[in-house]
C-alpha cells in the first residue's frame, strides 16, 4: 500500500534560500537535459512519410552517418570512474573501474544513463551544482526521461502526450529526494518535529499526521505553493498488499453511482448530489478578480498583488473541492459496503469542438461557445481526483469500489435494456417496452449497478454492450430451436 501525506514546512529564512535556489538551478537542469534530448529528437527523426511517426533513431543502418556526425557529444562509449557497488559471491566487484559501457544499445541511445553519466561534468562546468544534493539531482534526468517517455510512445489507447515544454519560472515547482526514511523525521534541540533533508538540515513543519505504524517513508518532494513550501511524503507499507476485501456485492449491499454535470452524482438508490454552492461563490469572486487584473499594468506592483491574490483563491478551491469529496465519500459509503461507479472519458468531454468551415472557407458556429461553459464545470467537476478519494476511503474503511464501463447507461433502460435514444437536453427517461418513467441520471445510476453486478457475477458481461448482447441470445435461444445455427456466417464470408 503506497499512500502519500502531505505536510507544511516552516524552514528559517536560510533554509528557504537554499530551497529556492535549488528549484531554480533544478528547473535549468532540467530545461537543459530537454532540450538535448529535443534536438536529438529532431535531428535524428526519420521522415514522417517513410517510417512511422516517432520512430527516432536508426543509426548506422538507414543513415550511412556514424552517431559522432549526428551528434558531437555523445561517446559510443562511457568509461566507469570506480569499482562498482554490487559484489559477486566472492566479493569481488562485479563492475570494475575502466569498463567500458556502450551508449548505443541497437541503435537507440540510452539516454538516461548518458546524462545521468555526464553530471559529474555539469559540476564541473557550474559549481553551484556542487551544493545540491545528488540524488535531487538525477532525480530531474529521471523526470526528463518521464516526459520523453510519454511523448514518443503511445499508452494502451495508442495516443502520446504532447510535445515536452520549457518550464517557466512559474510552472517548475517541485523537486525530490528520491530515497528518505522514518529516520528523516526528528526532533530538533527545541523540540520541534523536523524533517532532515540532506545538504539543507533540519527543517521544521508541522507534524499534523502521524505516519500510520508499520508504513515507511520512501520518497520527499518539497513543492512551492502560493503560501509558502510543503513536502509530500511517499510512505508504504509492504505488509498490506492493497488490503483487497472480497465483498461480494449484492442488490442490498451495493449501489451504482453516475457522475455527472447537471448533478453532481446520482445514486441508484435515488439520491441527487448537487455541486455546493459555495464553488459557484468562489468561482464568481474569481472571474470579478481576473477583471481586475486585465485593467492593471503587467509586471507592476498591483499587479503582482492582485496575481497572488488569484493565485490564494484558485488554492482555496482546490482545497474546498477535496474536502468536500472526503465527506462525500464517506456519506456514500455510509450504507453500502460496495459501490459501482460508472467512470467517465473526460479527456473525450472535455475537448474543443471541431472547427467548422464555410464555402468560403469563413468560421462557421461550431457550438464551442456553449461546450465552454461545460468544459469549465467539468474540469471543476474533477471527477478524476474524485475516484482517487472514493479508492481511497474504500480502502480505509475496507469496502469495495469497482469501476464499471458508463458508456451507453444513458442510453439504455435498466429495466428491459432496451435503447432509448436521447440527446443531452432530455432529461427523461420514459421506456416505450416496459413503461419505465424516471430521471435519466437516476436511470444511468441503476443501470451501472445492474452492470456491476452482472460483471461480478458473470465472467463475460463487463459493459450495456455485453449485457444487451447476453439478454439477445437468451431471447432468441428462448425462441427458436437450435438448429440451423452457424449457416449465417457463410454468407458474410463468401462476400
Ligand atoms: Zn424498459
Redesign the pocket.
Known amino acids: 500500500m503506497l499512500l502519500k501525506y502531505k505536510y507544511k514546512l516552516k524552514p528559517h529564512k536560510s533554509q528557504t534560500a537554499i530551497i529556492a535556489n535549488w528549484l531554480e538551478l533544478a528547473r535549468r537542469q532540467y530545461n537543459y537535459r530537454l532540450a538535448e534530448r529535443l534536438n536529438w529528437f529532431e535531428a535524428t527523426r526519420t521522415p514522417v512519410n517513410a517510417c512511422p511517426l516517432n520512430v527516432s533513431v536508426v543509426v548506422g543502418t538507414l543513415h550511412a552517418t556514424s552517431v559522432q556526425q549526428i551528434y558531437q557529444n555523445i561517446p559510443e562509449f562511457r568509461t566507469q570512474t570506480r569499482d562498482g557497488r554490487k559484489k559477486d559471491i566472492s566479493g569481488n566487484p562485479i563492475t570494475r573501474k575502466g569498463d567500458k559501457h556502450p551508449n548505443i544499445v541497437n541503435g537507440y541511445v540510452s539516454w538516461e544513463t548518458v546524462q545521468l553519466a555526464d553530471l559529474p561534468q555539469t559540476k564541473k562546468l557550474f559549481p553551484e551544482y556542487k551544493s545540491m544534493h545528488s540524488q535531487v539531482l538525477q532525480d530531474i534526468i529521471q523526470r526528463v526521461q518521464t516526459t520523453m517517455d510519454n511523448f514518443a510512445k503511445p499508452d494502451k489507447n495508442g495516443k502520446t502526450s504532447g510535445r515536452p515544454k520549457f518550464k517557466g519560472k512559474h510552472y517548475y515547482n517541485s523537486f525530490s529526494y528520491p530515497q528518505l526514511s522514518n529516520t528523516n523525521i526528528v526532533k530538533n534541540a527545541n523540540g520541534r518535529y523536523c524533517v532532515n533533508l540532506p545538504k539543507v538540515g533540519l527543517v521544521p513543519f508541522v507534524f499534523n499526521r502521524q505516519i500510520p505504524k508499520g508504513f515507511k517513508v520512501k520518497t520527499g518532494t518539497v513543492i512551492r505553493e502560493v503560501d509558502g513550501w510543503y513536502i509530500s511524503l511517499t510512505i508504504e507499507d509492504k505488509t498490506v498488499p492493497l488490503r483487497r476485501v472480497e465483498i461480494q456485492p449484492t442488490e442490498k449491499n451495493s449501489k451504482g453511482i453516475d457522475l455527472g454535470l447537471l448533478h453532481y452524482a446520482v445514486t441508484s438508490d435515488g439520491e441527487f448530489i448537487e455541486v455546493p454552492k459555495f464553488f459557484r461563490f468562489s468561482e464568481h469572486r474569481l472571474s470579478k478578480l481576473q477583471v481586475r487584473l486585465a485593467r492593471k499594468q503587467k509586471h507592476s506592483k498591483a499587479w503582482k498583488i492582485l496575481k497572488r491574490k488569484i493565485a490564494k483563491l484558485h488554492q482555496l478551491i482546490a482545497r474546498q473541492r477535496l474536502d468536500w469529496q472526503f465527506k462525500l465519500a464517506y456519506h456514500l459509503f455510509s450504507n453500502v459496503s460496495v459501490i459501482f461507479v460508472g467512470l467517465l472519458q473526460i479527456s473525450n468531454l472535455v475537448r474543443r469542438c471541431k472547427a467548422k468551415l464555410g464555402d468560403n472557407g469563413q468560421f462557421l458556429p461550431n457550438g464551442q461557445s456553449a461546450k465552454s461553459g461545460l468544459n469549465k464545470s467539468l474540469q471543476d467537476a474533477a471527477f478524476g481526483q474524485f475516484v482517487q478519494v472514493l479508492e481511497y476511503v474504500a480502502w480505509k474503511l475496507g469496502k469495495r469500489i469497482i469501476k464499471v464501463d458508463p458508456k451507453g447507461t444513458s442510453q439504455h ?6 435503447k ?1 435514444s436521447k440527446s443531452l437536453s432530455d432529461r427523461w427517461h420514459s ?1 416505450p ?4 418513467e424516471l430521471d435519466r441520471d437516476y436511470n444511468s445510476a441503476l443501470l451501472i449497478q445492474k452492470i456491476g453486478l452482472l460483471s461480478t457475477q458473470e465472467e463475460d458481461i463487463t459493459s450495456v454492450k455485453t449485457a444487451v448482447r447476453a439478454a439477445l441470445a437468451e431471447e432468441s435461444r428462448a425462441l427458436q430451436p437450435p438448429f440451423g445455427r452457424g449457416e449465417g456466417s457463410v454468407g458474410s464470408m463468401s462476400k
Do not use: A, I, T, Y
Not at 417496452?433 to 419505465?436: L, W
Open positions: 433502460c435498466w429495466e428491459c435494456l432496451r432509448v421506456c417496452e416496459c413503461g419505465q
